[in-house]
């Protein structure tokens, strides 16, 4: 068996279609704006098992139920869980397909050469784990264990994260950072001394004014917030709505303020200039509790809204009246912060900015405004103390991004390139769970970085793009087949949940946990998996928490009591973990490490001629690309299209339903071809499409070729030099209306 030097894309190729036959379980939602009702099951003859999602973030806790025959049904909400308050969205009860779906990893397989050519070999379980343990000690031995690096964003990933610093290496990264909440988490630790974390702590329950920029809830479906966005909507609260585009919050909203994009640091200062120079703010408030006030006065004197709307194309008389409508609300007003915040490299700035707001309008920590969340603390089950790393990803990326809080997918990439000249360099990555190619922009960056490695494992449960590069491949079953760490996320209250299998894992595909302590035993770190199977340690983990893993195989969710209000006792003295203690209208932290105090707006490169800015967002019935082949969610929705304004239509003489193909300013051609949306909603310097389409694997049958993949256009990177995030929206497009492939496929 030889080893390759180039790590070219291999197709995995679809085995036997296994025994279970497709069910389709009915999918009880309505495309709309969110899933009132819950879908009855004949509790009498079902069978049901305690688990949490898997489909997003937001990981809903329900149950899943078995029909008749023994097989999975459908997924229903638990009655006690916050995250769903018993009712899952269309793609958690959609979830169903991915168990299902027969395009599915069935075994582990080996990068091979035969005849010269890269294949992937269907191995043992044995040989690749041991595969695996043979490289990770020969790369521990030659570059030491921290050249290994964990990419994940699934579950199971902290079982791969234990082992891989019990081995010796703390480099690990999320795209949850990096490519989504990391400004925001950034910039409220600069404000608040403390980042929102998820489920964020948004007391939408309680508010009358709802600030939106971009934040595009609706079609963002993150579940118990969208049902409490909902009832405020039926509550008659005030919704203002920033985006370039009608989005379905935007449709409910009392003001929508169409920006120009890449402008919103300007709307934003202009409404801080607003609510000072008009005696707006809530004085006390920022009296007790700010730093800075006097400075941000004297730096936001000129950022009036006239000066705002040469910048963003909002008038002065509408960025006036949506600010009296936040002040009528404050301090019951909440200026949302988003979640995908890495949008143009100033992205630490303009949360700053909205995290000012949010301190001069008096909603941190009140009724309405954000709330104190509470977590329950998981007991960590008994293990030696890990070795402690030479070094970690703090050399890599804190000299550079002071202000980052966790490991950066895209630095980790960057220190895998092989000309890089630092110290630091990574050899190995174990992928878990994350389609690094579609998610971490530049996509070339990644590519190479490939090529470098000398060990690249990828756990996934599909063949998407990223399986195609490794030298072994994974099957992990899918959620619906395995327990997995406890999920104990804040909330109102402080709770916990439990997932455990509904199912045998289908083929031979197996459960992370089963997998990590497999190869960790290889390495001779049993000290450190001293369970012998996944329940043992969580029952020892549930009983230190006051409950079993019988009990909770019962009730899937525990709720535990307050220990602290869920707000500021009025006039209540109360400590900030800034460096003054207080909320950092101006930032000493970010002064001291080289940035601007405070949020200042600098013109971002708007789209030459025939040029169009690249937007993307979300659907309501599929997260990113892990749901587009799902057989019961590529039904609602199997392909993305491309919203362009009328007025653009016509420049080019485009028609709704025509198939065209997007070049952007770096020249990059998309691979395939997206259908047409001509609409009013979206300005006419930008176009919009979702994030997740145009798989390029042809072994996910039902969504390759299909619609557009925005990364692949993202070639400009802005990167935010405070916290090191990949700003994503610079980048600008046009229309290829003739099949730019066509020689090629006749060649
Ligand atoms: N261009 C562009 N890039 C983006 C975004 C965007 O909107 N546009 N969004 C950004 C944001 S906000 C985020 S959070 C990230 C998300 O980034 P990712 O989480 O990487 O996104 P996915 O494409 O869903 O990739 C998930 C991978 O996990 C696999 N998977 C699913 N379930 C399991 C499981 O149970 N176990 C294992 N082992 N694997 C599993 C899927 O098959 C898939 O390969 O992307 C970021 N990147
Ligand atoms: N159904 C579904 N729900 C999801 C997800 C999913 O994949 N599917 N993913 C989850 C994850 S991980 C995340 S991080 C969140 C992301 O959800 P959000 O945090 O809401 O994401 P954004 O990128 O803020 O929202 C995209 C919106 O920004 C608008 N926009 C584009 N450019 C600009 C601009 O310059 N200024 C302004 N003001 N607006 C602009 C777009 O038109 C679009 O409406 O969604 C979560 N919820
Ligand atoms: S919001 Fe929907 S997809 Fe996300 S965890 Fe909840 S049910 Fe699953
Ligand atoms: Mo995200």
Redesign the pocket.
């Known amino acids: 068996m030889k080893k390759t030097s180039r790590r070219d894309f291999i197709k995995i190729s679809t085995l036997g279609v296994g025994g279970l036959t497709m069910l389709n379980p009915v999918l009880n939602w309505v495309p709309g704006f969110m899933p009132k009702e819950k879908t009855p099951v004949d509790e009498s003859k079902a069978k049901r098992f305690p688990t949490f999602c898997?489909v997003c973030f937001w990981k809903c806790a329900g149950f899943t139920y078995l029909n008749d025959e023994g097989n999975i049904q459908k997924i229903v909400g638990n009655d006690d869980d916050p995250h769903s308050n018993g009712r899952f969205c269309p793609r958690g009860t959609g979830g169903v397909g991915?168990y299902y779906d027969n395009d599915r990893l069935k075994e582990p397989l080996m990068r091979v050469v035969e005849n010269g050519k890269s294949v992937f070999k269907p191995v043992t379980w044995e040989k690749a784990l041991d595969f695996i343990a043979d490289k990770m000690k020969i790369i521990a031995k030659k570059h030491g264990p921290e050249s290994m690096a964990l990419l994940y964003?699934?579950s199971?990933g902290s079982y791969f994260h234990h082992m891989l610093e019990a081995y010796g290496t703390a480099n690990a990264a999320k795209?949850?950072y990096a490519?989504?909440l990391g400004p925001r988490e950034a910039a409220f630790v600069a404000t608040f001394g403390a980042g929102l974390s998820s489920p964020e702590p948004t007391d939408v329950k309680n508010t009358k004014c709802l600030v939106l920029i971009g934040n595009h809830v609706g079609e963002n479906m993150h579940n118990g917030y969208v049902q409490e966005v909902s009832d405020a909507i039926d509550r008659g609260a005030s919704i203002i709505t920033v985006d370039p585009r009608f989005s379905t919050i935007a449709s409910k909203s009392k003001f929508w303020l169409p920006i120009k994009p890449a402008t919103d640091i300007a709307l934003l200062l202009s409404w801080i200039h607003v609510l000072i120079y008009e005696e707006l703010y809530d004085k006390k408030y920022v009296e007790q509790y700010a730093f800075g006030f006097e400075e941000l006065k004297l730096h936001v004197k000129n950022y009036t809204p006239e000066w705002a709307y040469t910048q963003t194309d909002i008038r002065p008389e509408d960025i006036r009246n949506s600010a009296y409508e936040m002040a009528k609300a404050s301090p019951a007003v909440i200026i949302h912060p988003g979640?995908?915040t890495t949008w143009y490299g100033d992205d630490t700035q303009r949360l700053r900015a909205m995290a000012i707001l949010n301190a001069l309008l008096g909603s941190y920590g009140r009724k309405g405004g954000f709330y104190f969340p509470e977590s329950k603390k998981v007991p960590e089950y008994p293990s030696p103390a890990y070795p402690h790393p030479k070094w970690t990803w703090k050399d890599i990326t804190k000299p550079t991004y002071k202000g980052a809080g966790t490991g950066l997918a895209n630095d980790l990439i960057k220190a895998s390139l092989p000309n890089s000249e630092s110290p630091y360099k990574i050899k190995g990555w174990f992928v878990?769970?994350?389609?690094?190619l579609?998610?971490?922009?530049d996509k070339s960056i990644t590519l190479k970085a490939i090529q470098n490695l000398e060990l690249m494992v990828v756990?996934?449960?599909?063949p998407?793009e990223?399986t195609g590069y490794a030298d072994i491949v994974l099957p992990?079953c899918?959620?619906l087949e395995r327990y997995d760490d406890i999920r104990s996320n804040q909330h109102r209250y402080p709770n916990i949940a439990l997932r455990m299998p509904a199912a045998e894992p289908r083929w031979q595909s197996k459960p992370?946990w089963w997998i990590a302590r497999e190869i960790g035993v290889r390495l001779g770190l049993q000290d450190y998996f001293k369970w012998t199977n996944v329940e043992e340690e969580l029952d020892w983990k549930f009983k230190q928490m006051g409950t079993s893993l019988e009990e909770m195989q019962k009730i899937g969710v525990k709720v535990y009591e307050k220990h602290k209000p869920l707000y500021l006792a009025d006039g209540e003295e109360y400590f900030f973990n800034t460096n003054t203690g207080k909320i950092e209208l101006y930032s000493i932290d970010l002064e001291e490490k080289g940035y601007d105090a405070m949020p200042r707006y600098t013109e971002h490169k708007q789209p030459d001629d025939q040029f169009y800015r690249l937007i993307?967002g979300r659907a309501p019935m599929h997260?990113?690309?892990?749901t587009v082949n799902s057989p019961h969610l590529s039904d609602l929705m199997s392909e993305n299209t491309l919203w362009v304004n009328p007025s653009v239509a016509k420049i080019w003489d485009l028609h709704n339903e025509q198939y065209i193909w997007l070049k952007n300013q770096d020249s990059v051609i998309s691979s395939f071809p997206i259908k047409v949306r001509i609409t009013e909603r979206i300005r006419h310097d930008s176009v919009y499409m979702v994030?997740?389409f145009g798989k390029t694997n042809d072994k996910l049958s039902r969504s390759y070729g299909k619609g557009i993949d925005?990364?692949e256009l993202?070639t400009n990177v802005k990167i935010d030099p405070i916290m090191g995030g990949t700003g994503?929206r610079e980048n600008f497009v046009t229309f290829v209306t003739k099949n730019p492939h066509q020689k090629e496929q006749n060649a």
């Open positions: 898997e991915l964003h699934a199971s795209p949850s490519q989504c979640r995908h878990v769970g994350t389609n690094l579609t998610t971490v922009p756990v996934d449960t599909m998407m990223i992990e899918t959620y992370g993307y997260t990113f690309g892990r994030h997740g925005d990364t993202i994503m």
